[in-house]
């Protein structure tokens, strides 16, 4: 029935969140998940939003991840266009530090749900990471690469340490 | 081309908006504007929204005045459907006290705009006000109304200001 | 491998939290998803995190929701050990309505993604709905309920839309 | 009974407000509506404020496009003199990012409205594209000259969509 | 030059904030200050603000203290209008707590400055002995009175904590 | 009995705030009033404090000015141990944009009041503009000063305004 | 040298504080270590502050335990005249929910430290532990209680766990 | 029973934290008390961070002091594995300034206590001098030097002082 789309749409609200959306992007690519990374606005382009909100998943898209700034509604719709998950990003804004972003993001309303993560590069790298972990509940495969990736994050963290306390022994 | 339909449309995201949103449509009684009050959901009922937004200048609405909470998508979403002029009013939030409201309604990107009031009830009041001062730019007579309820306004204030200074007199 | 345990653990952080968190439960009886409820403390009883944490994957748990105020870690604690999603409910709180909840558990750093709700019941119901469309994915069954809550959810707020017309219309 | 002054005054608190609230200025010139920039201030020059305020409408003034910052206070001012629309525009501010000017300008009592917009440059784009909306509720040529300039805005969109999607399909 | 009228005006911009303010005026009733109470609304009554600012220093007035709420430009207004001392005092908000009421008066812009209090009744009573206090710059009799009144004070403090240390004792 | 000392002591809590507090000294040498700066901390130099506290009145100090960052006690402490009126300027700090000042130096408890301005360098120009203010209630010389330098204020904004329509009128 | 005062000096600014403070003094009785509580005020009774932190030491005390709330400055004028370890407890506040009261406290500047506890009741009895913990630095005995209580509270915990495990069961 | 570890244990949630962290070492070197410094991240490094704080008692720490960002759960989890006392220092954020790690670091539940300091730097000094200060409970020496190094701090505070004088003195 589901077309044979990309299991994962990242949408971002403008083009100047890119360069933020595109961590969540390269974390697909690491876990070799197909993607596509669209530029659809809530506010600017409404009606592109409610279709590909209501297409996604017949399209074949398993997980939606939408990045949006300021009075950030973009997760929002979509969430209400489709019972897919959906996860959303708060961009960091210039004026309010992305306080606006987060509040507009993650205080839906009871019924509609957004999975928001934290604002700007970080939140995007772990909507992918989220995104994989939905995928994984049912790829073997997958869990197993993401328990793979955690081992890896652990071994930088703890050359880290080793680096710090062998400097300081050095220093001395 | 437009139809009849009442010239401001009340739109609230949830039943127990009303509260609020029945001062703005209680200013529009006084001076004898037809409005209606409707309840849209941006989030659980977005075809309605959509269609709400999509067809309010073709059935006669003027001004569109939309009440929501926490991540209060309704303005923005009216807003970005139609190029009626669009007012939004940040409800209270019990853990937040509407600052989600705010930011969610007024941080609205470049190209769709909401004017937004004011949290809560006054909000709610001036939102109706507004309304009436945007038909009053090309209606003489609503104009006046306003006028003469500003005076009424004042002299309520000018009463308070000196019973105040009579009390003072009377208890020394 | 993994024992036949229920799909959600729903963990919190005190008794206290039971209140809101119930709310999660509600909506996964609502779907027939096995869940249980768990009262385990990151502070207060760290090797029970820990274990449960570690445990999640192999007693056959698809998915943890944690419930948490404050300097709320217990989400973030869970995140860290396992690789399963881990959904985020920020509790209010009296002095700072949930704000420090809600950044306490949001603004995970990359690496570790919890997926973060509104603060509050809303938050805790919406934890329970984005379970129920993570375990969708790959169960057409849930799917198909999940956009039948979604009309029943519509059809609620169109009824509400409808009263709120009629009663304008008996009033007058 | 009016003189036939620019239908839109722009004013602004201090000089170094220009550069954002020119924004607003632009969006006019676009529209081909008359307008006027003054630097008039609340606080510093009250007697020019209340004089410009009080004559507004007389001079044929239809909307007042009023930015601020810090204790933000031009707005509420403009709007406490005059019966017209008045939208407030929020400047940044250096240290607190601009809430402190968003508060001051949009949380007026009941019975004074401020039609506020976003903080800084976008508010201000806002701001001007308000005035259009609300001239154009009885200018059927302006209405359309909005309606064209949505598209307009949403095919830039479209096309920026359409590059991030040829730039990925490029690179692989 | 000068008429014999109060030392001290106190305005405010509501009858709902005379439960605040006449802590002020209590403090000033202590110290034998004559003084007057005032509803004047910057925004609903501009020109008897703009009236009662300009003819304060030839009434008389030596201080004026103006507590207003939410967009709280009142003592801005009186602060742009004379050259008289002019203390703040932002009122309690039931959405914000009042920090829309301080940022209001508190962060306004070089060459208008207004002396601004704590939220609420203690900013009240501070706002009545800092008029006090400036009063008692050329005042001995009332410079005497105000460090009686401190002694007063630290004794009271000094009663609660004997009285709260043979509590203890008293205890055991 | 009090020494001929300076009239108004500006102290600050590190030497890192002299160029924010410089902007009050400026204020001051315009209107020739004779001052002292003073690097006192209220944490790192409490006996200094403490001493330039209680001796203020004698040595002749009529006002206090004190700036102060982060956890802003300076202002609070000098209030605490003199009747004098103090003016307590918050300094920006780089991590919460002086918010953390701002509340550190308002928030007095009933009794000790003092008298706040806004953030930063503005906030310092107007204590220095306040303590004027408050020299002029007992120096006709000083009021007349302070009334030409509102003129001055105003002409300048005036000629701001008169550049801005010859500007505009001049491009077109 | 130092007399054998209490170990532990429990100091509040305002009577008010008792009922959070004592929170902090149950601790301490549980452990059987010597304190005394008093209610001295950084601002309404400097001198007696002044005393007791420059004494501290001398009497036997070990470590202080400071309560304020707003511009809460007591354990920071504590710190500032003893080189004890100082505990700050922030109080909260009917208007800024205690934020300001917890920014007041812990953003100390470098060299002077207050080690602050969350705002209200769980900050105060956290106080006490941290004082006992401090004691237990050089006491095994009290080590070993503090881990006991450790146990206590985690059972405490885990029947809360059992119990709701329980009661789910027993409801299906 | 215990090793003779390091007295004080540093650790850090991530590299980039030694910038901000190495200040408290600094402090620590100048009183010549053995420490280490460790990158172990509550999040990324669970088991790591689970093994250090249990083991730390054992290995002869006396003190833990933690710093971590945005939602700062290192400290928190220190304190729940170990009865010593532990300081936690907020990382400043670039997005939300470091309120989001000062939140999640502060508002510890009952039970738990973290000694929490100021975000940044002057935190990390002031958490090695909290350190020294707990050390100094049991230990004469100690508590001289850290007398000593007030008084230092003292000294330069005043020559500060002294030249701001002169300067000004000299200018004229």
Redesign the interface.
């Known amino acids: 029935m589901a077309e044979s789309g990309p299991l994962v749409t990242i949408v971002m609200?403008?083009?100047s969140d890119?360069d933020v959306m595109s961590?969540a992007a390269k974390v697909l690519e690491q876990f070799g998940i197909s993607h596509?990374?669209?530029?659809?606005?809530?506010?600017?382009?409404?009606d592109?939003a409610?279709e590909l909100?209501r297409s996604a998943k017949e399209r074949g898209t398993?997980?939606i991840i939408a990045g949006a700034?300021?009075?950030?509604?973009l997760a929002?719709?979509m969430?209400?266009?489709t019972?897919?998950?959906v996860?959303g990003v708060p961009m960091?804004?210039?004026?309010?530090?992305?306080?606006?972003s987060?509040?507009?993001?993650?205080?839906?309303?009871?019924?509609?749900?957004?999975?928001?993560?934290?604002?700007?590069?970080?939140g995007a790298?772990?909507?992918g990471?989220?995104a994989v972990?939905?995928?994984?509940?049912?790829d073997a495969k997958l869990?197993d690469m993401?328990?793979r990736q955690?081992e890896t994050?652990?071994q930088a963290?703890?050359q880290?340490?080793e680096q710090?306390?062998q400097g300081?022994t050095a220093e001395r």
Chains 1, 2, 3, 4, 5, 6, 7, 8 share one sequence.
């Open positions: 609200g403008s083009k890119l961590q596509e990374m669209r530029v659809v606005s809530a506010h600017r382009t409404p592109r409610h909100g398993k997980v700034g300021k009075a950030a509604h929002g719709v969430a209400s266009l019972t897919l998950p996860i960091p804004t210039s004026d309010l530090g992305g306080l606006d987060l509040l507009s993001t993650v205080q839906m309303p009871g019924g509609i749900p957004v999975a928001t993560t934290a604002i700007g590069k970080s790298k772990n909507a990471l989220l972990a939905m995928l994984a509940m049912s869990a993401l328990a955690r994050m652990q963290i703890e880290d340490d710090l306390q300081l």
